[in-house]
Structure formats: structure tokens, C-alpha cells
């Protein structure tokens, strides 16, 4: 039986461990998200294959039978689009699921104590969850295109890494302004919206090498790094991804988690006045 003390400067002390001590509630609340968002669903978790695969047919239509865009890269479009999207879904839904986790969970905020990181921490599962329906099925599907995946496969999970704390900081810093200002819940979806466009996500980053620009779209766009990477995990001899481009990914990742969770733990306690 654990027992909690309510004191003057404990949270600021002991945060960390106590966020080791509820680790049980991370996995609760984990459930608890993946339970509600495919309750009472007709088909459940194959939504996650459903999204993507929709999402593939209507860009391919899009792009190669009514504007008959030229594609700058050997690999098809459909390939191309589908290992983008899978990757760029895990990063929208997790950033949009960490923004509203404190605003979500306001009754356990208000009435209980924990460490409230717990609650974005555990936002990430249902994004997890639907990545690694889509990636099961993605494999056979590369597979019966002529493209097995090599063993570049074994770094996907260092892809995953740098998207999910680059979902999460982003995430943790507009869950904090979010419950002050709500304006940031409908600021979300914009940022998600145009990031699927500014990003690699239909078209691959080869198509973007002969504008003068790119060397600065590489610097400003971090997440450009990773989704290539992905697809060079997955797509044999897949040459547009470029390692330097990890640079500006993995500085991104470093400054915008530590400022998150400085700006987190700054406002953390704020929270139930806002609530």
C-alpha cells in the first residue's frame, strides 16, 4: 500500500519519483483512452488501417490521374505516400491527443493529486497503438509491391523515438497554454493540417532538391528528417534520405523536450485555477 504526503514543496522534491511511483496510473489511463476511442466501434482498431489506406487512394488519385504530378523519384507514388502517412498519422494524432490531455482529464486534475505529466505521457497510446496496426500491414503490402524491407528496419523504432518526443514537447507546450487559453485547441488542427502539406508526407523530399530553398526547408522543417528516414528504413535503396538531415532533427528533438518539460513544470500547478 502506498501512501502519498500532501506537503509544502514535496511535488517539486520528490516529482520524479513520484512519477516512477504512478507509473500504474500511466498504464491505466493508457487503457483507458485506447478502451474510449474504439468502444461500440463496428470494425475497432481497423480504423487504423482504414485511415491510411483511404488517405493513400485519394492522394494517388489526386496526384497521378487528375493533375498528372511527375514524380522526381523511381519509387512509386503509392509507396511513397503510404509509409509517409503512416509515420505522419502517429505524429499528428499524438500531437493533437497531448495537446487537450490536460483539459481532457480536468476532473482527475482537479480533485486528485499526481504528477500531471503522467497525463500526456499516457495520450501517446492510441497513436502507438494505431502505428503499429498500420506498420503490420504495410509490411505485406511493400512486399507484394517487389520492395522487402532490408535490415534498415531495425532502426524504425530510432524514427519513432525522435517523432514521438518531437510530437510530445510540441504537444506538452500547447497542453500547458491550452488549459489558459483555449484558443490553442483550435490552433492545433491548423498546425496539423498544414504540416501534412509543408512536410514530405505525399511527395518525397527529392522533388523539393532543385529549388534554391531547400538546404533552409531542411533546417526549419526537422520532421522532413524523419519521415525520409522512415521511408529509407522501409524502402530498399531508397537514396533521398540524407543523414546530415538528422542534424536539425535531433537539435529540434533536444531544445523543444527540455523547454517543454521546464515550461510544463512551471505551469503545472496553475492548472486547477484554470480548469
Known amino acids: 500500500m502506498q501512501e502519498t504526503v500532501i506537503e509544502s514543496g514535496r511535488s517539486e522534491k520528490y516529482y520524479w519519483q513520484d512519477l516512477w511511483r504512478f507509473r500504474e496510473l500511466l498504464y491505466i489511463l493508457a487503457i483507458r483512452d485506447i478502451t474510449v476511442k474504439y468502444k461500440q466501434t463496428f470494425v475497432g482498431v481497423a480504423w487504423a488501417i482504414f485511415r491510411p489506406v483511404l488517405t493513400v487512394l485519394v492522394f494517388v488519385f489526386a496526384f497521378d490521374k487528375v493533375a498528372k504530378i511527375e ?29 487537450n490531455s490536460i483539459t481532457g482529464n480536468a476532473n482527475l486534475v482537479s480533485k486528485v493529486y499526481f504528477p500531471r505529466l503522467l497525463m500526456p505521457l499516457s495520450a501517446v497510446a492510441v497513436p502507438l497503438l494505431d502505428f503499429i496496426v498500420g506498420f503490420v500491414v504495410m509490411i505485406p503490402f511493400l512486399i507484394y509491391k517487389g520492395y522487402t524491407p532490408t535490415l534498415n528496419i531495425l532502426f524504425v523504432p530510432v524514427f519513432l523515438f525522435l517523432a514521438f518526443f518531437a510530437s510530445f514537447s510540441l504537444g506538452v507546450i500547447f497542453a ?19 504540416g501534412f502539406f509543408v512536410c514530405p508526407v505525399a511527395y518525397p523530399i527529392s522533388s523539393l532538391k532543385d529549388f534554391s530553398w531547400y538546404p533552409i526547408y531542411q533546417w526549419l522543417n526537422p520532421l522532413a528528417g524523419i519521415i525520409e528516414g522512415f521511408r529509407w528504413c522501409l524502402i530498399p535503396n531508397y537514396t533521398d534520405f540524407e543523414w546530415n538531415s538528422f542534424i536539425p532533427t535531433i537539435i529540434f528533438v533536444t531544445i523543444t523536450t527540455t523547454l517543454a518539460i521546464i515550461f510544463f513544470r512551471k505551469k503545472e500547478n496553475s492548472f486547477v485555477d484554470y480548469i
Open 71 to 99: 514524380s522526381h523519384s523511381t519509387i512509386p507514388l503509392q509507396i511513397i505516400i503510404f509509409t509517409g502517412v503512416i509515420f505522419w498519422n502517429f505524429f499528428a494524432m499524438s500531437f493533437q491527443q497531448v495537446s
Open 176 to 194: 500547458s497554454l491550452n488549459v489558459q487559453f483555449r484558443d490553442f485547441q483550435q490552433i492545433v488542427p491548423l498546425v496539423v493540417q498544414y
